[in-house]
């Protein structure tokens, strides 16, 4: 039974029956509340196109209309049974932070048991993996949330114009601490999502096969692999950035705020705003922070291999990424969701404890951060503490 029809809704439309016109009142006593196993993300139309008209179930039974998504998605799209949901964000970080902000208040659902499949393509850093692959992610660190100076006005001692917010230089922990730098995720529910992604036959295009082979150097050895399925995390950025050198400067940063733990991996336009969503969603018990993933497939270098050109890396070259990135969020998320579902009553209903830290920097759902300055879990207080220090 899918469809749970709260008795407090029922209650509601009774007392106010007296006062609402009948038409109301029916139109609000029809609306059931769904209460999905599995809600996937997409955040443009390419990624979301792969879950129509596929075998295993139709997402296009159920259209609901929810106030606050944008005007060219305007719908989250479910099973008949209300099992299985899918929404599109339409890309960057405030499209994908307010559509998701606004499913988290949408009345036409119950959230409180949903699993969150991000599922989108993305660059890839090719000392990690290769175009085609499937990530999933244990931190989103939001990249270019920094100072920026053109490297021409910088002196000639600066490796890169990207310098952490209230920091002085490259190296230094930013001292100003906005709350969506970086966020953890559950790390057994990320292995066992993997594992899930791991049983699924991978596309690939030939023209992918000879632009890896570009990527000789023994740096990029991951380039050159077939792809498969990795743990390793993700960058957020608006800014659609492309070269060696911002590569580089984003993986220390990763390593940075994430005290050294962070797989620089993957580059996309909206995991932390969706996350930050999630988060706040979370600390009022509408979500549960512990039923997130991210996924992410590669479908273009970050970065040229050595000697290329950054331009020609993003404008011109027909790397071949694309069309199996694309395929792929389905072959791999389809075997995560049919996971879900088939594990439902013996472990999935119940929830996959973490084991590790979950959450934002500043420890706001609970637990101690185990990465950035907040480690005690006091954050907001400390934060406060370093601004009057400043
Ligand atoms: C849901 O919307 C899609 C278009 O986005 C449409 O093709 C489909 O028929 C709609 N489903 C229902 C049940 O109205
Ligand atoms: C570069 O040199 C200038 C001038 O000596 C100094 O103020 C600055 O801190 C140095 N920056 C870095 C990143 O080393
Ligand atoms: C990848 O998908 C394309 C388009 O569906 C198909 O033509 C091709 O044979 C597939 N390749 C592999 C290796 O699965
Ligand atoms: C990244 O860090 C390494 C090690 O500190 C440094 O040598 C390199 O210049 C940095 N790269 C960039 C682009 O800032
Ligand atoms: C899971 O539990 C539900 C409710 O108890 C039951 O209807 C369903 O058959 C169970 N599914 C499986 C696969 O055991
Ligand atoms: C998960 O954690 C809860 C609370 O800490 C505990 O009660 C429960 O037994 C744990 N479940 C598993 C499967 O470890
Ligand atoms: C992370 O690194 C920063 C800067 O070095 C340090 O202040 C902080 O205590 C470290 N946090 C943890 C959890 O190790």
Same mark, same amino acid.
């Given at each position: 039974?899918?469809?749970?029809?709260?008795?407090?809704?029922?209650?509601?439309?009774? %007392?106010?029956? %007296?006062?609402?016109?009948?038409?109301? =009142? @029916?139109?609000?006593?029809?609306? #059931?509340?769904?209460?999905?196993?599995?809600?996937?993300?997409?955040?443009?139309?390419?990624?979301?196109?792969?879950?129509?008209?596929?075998?295993?179930?139709?997402?296009?039974?159920?259209?609901?209309?929810?106030?606050? /998504?944008?005007?060219?998605?305007? !719908?989250?799209? #479910?099973?008949?049974?209300?099992?299985? #949901?899918?929404?599109?964000?339409?890309?960057?970080?405030?499209?994908?932070?307010?559509? =998701?902000?606004?499913?988290?208040?949408?009345?036409?659902?119950?959230?409180? *048991?949903?699993?969150?499949?991000?599922?989108?393509?993305?660059?890839?850093?090719?000392?990690?993996?290769?175009?085609?692959?499937?990530?999933? %992610?244990?931190?989103?660190?939001?990249?270019?949330? *920094?100072?920026?100076?053109?490297?021409?006005?910088?002196?000639?001692?600066?490796?890169?114009?990207?310098?952490?917010?209230?920091?002085?230089?490259?190296?230094?922990?930013?001292?100003?601490?906005? &709350?969506?730098?970086?966020?953890?995720?559950?790390?057994?529910?990320?292995?066992?999502?993997?594992?899930?992604?791991?049983?699924?036959?991978? $596309?690939?295009?030939?023209?992918?096969?000879?632009?890896?082979?570009?990527?000789?150097?023994?740096?990029?050895?991951?380039?050159? *692999?077939?792809? %498969?399925?990795?743990?390793?995390? =993700?960058?957020?950025?608006?800014?659609?950035?492309?070269?060696?050198?911002?590569?580089?400067?984003?993986?220390?940063?990763?390593?940075?705020?994430?005290?050294?733990? &962070?797989?620089?991996?993957?580059?996309?336009?909206?995991?932390?705003?969706?996350?930050?969503?999630?988060?706040?969603?979370?600390?009022?018990?509408?979500?549960?922070?512990?039923? =997130?993933?991210?996924?992410?497939?590669?479908?273009?270098? !970050?970065?040229?291999?050595?000697?290329?050109?950054?331009?020609?890396?993003?404008?011109?070259?027909? @790397?071949?990424? /694309?069309?199996?990135?694309?395929? $792929?969020? +389905?072959?791999?998320?389809?075997?995560?969701?049919?996971?879900?579902?088939?594990?439902?009553?013996?472990? /999935?209903?119940?929830?996959?404890?973490?084991?590790?830290?979950?959450? !934002?920097?500043?420890?706001?759902?609970?637990?101690?951060?185990?990465?950035?300055? +907040?480690?005690?879990?006091?954050?907001?207080?400390?934060?406060?503490?370093?601004?009057?220090?400043?």
């Amino acid at each position: 039974m899918p469809f749970l029809l709260p008795a407090a809704l029922g209650l509601a439309s009774m %007392a106010a029956a %007296a006062l609402v016109p009948a038409s109301s =009142v @029916q139109e609000r006593t029809l609306e #059931c509340v769904i209460k999905p196993k599995v809600f996937i993300i997409s955040l443009f139309a390419p990624e979301a196109a792969v879950w129509y008209g596929i075998p295993e179930f139709d997402l296009l039974a159920m259209n609901v209309t929810v106030p606050g /998504f944008s005007a060219q998605f305007p !719908d989250a799209h #479910c099973t008949a049974d209300g099992e299985i #949901c899918q929404l599109t964000t339409s890309m960057g970080e405030i499209n994908s932070a307010l559509t =998701v902000g606004s499913l988290m208040h949408s009345s036409r659902f119950d959230l409180s *048991q949903t699993y969150f499949l991000t599922a989108g393509i993305a660059g890839i850093n090719p000392e990690v993996a290769t175009i085609g692959s499937v990530t999933f %992610a244990r931190y989103a660190i939001q990249v270019a949330l *920094q100072h920026e100076f053109d490297i021409r006005d910088l002196p000639g001692n600066y490796s890169t114009g990207y310098i952490p917010i209230g920091s002085t230089s490259p190296t230094e922990y930013p001292q100003s601490i906005y &709350g969506t730098e970086v966020f953890e995720i559950s790390q057994p529910l990320q292995k066992l999502a993997a594992n899930f992604a791991r049983s699924a036959s991978l $596309n690939d295009s030939s023209q992918a096969v000879s632009y890896r082979a570009n990527y000789v150097s023994e740096l990029y050895a991951a380039a050159r *692999q077939t792809p %498969a399925v990795f743990e390793c995390d =993700v960058a957020t950025s608006d800014v659609y950035y492309s070269g060696r050198l911002l590569g580089e400067a984003f993986d220390n940063y990763t390593s940075l705020v994430t005290n050294g733990t &962070g797989v620089y991996c993957t580059t996309a336009q909206e995991d932390n705003a969706v996350l930050e969503a999630l988060l706040r969603a979370a600390g009022s018990k509408i979500v549960d922070f512990a039923r =997130v993933i991210v996924m992410r497939t590669g479908s273009n270098f !970050d970065r040229p291999s050595i000697g290329g050109s950054a331009t020609t890396n993003l404008f011109y070259a027909e @790397q071949g990424g /694309f069309a199996p990135a694309v395929e $792929n969020i +389905y072959r791999a998320g389809i075997k995560v969701i049919e996971g879900i579902l088939d594990g439902w009553n013996s472990t /999935f209903a119940q929830g996959v404890n973490a084991t590790n830290y979950i959450g !934002d920097i500043y420890g706001t759902l609970g637990g101690k951060p185990d990465f950035g300055p +907040y480690s005690n879990g006091g954050g907001p207080q400390e934060s406060a503490d370093i601004y009057a220090r400043r």
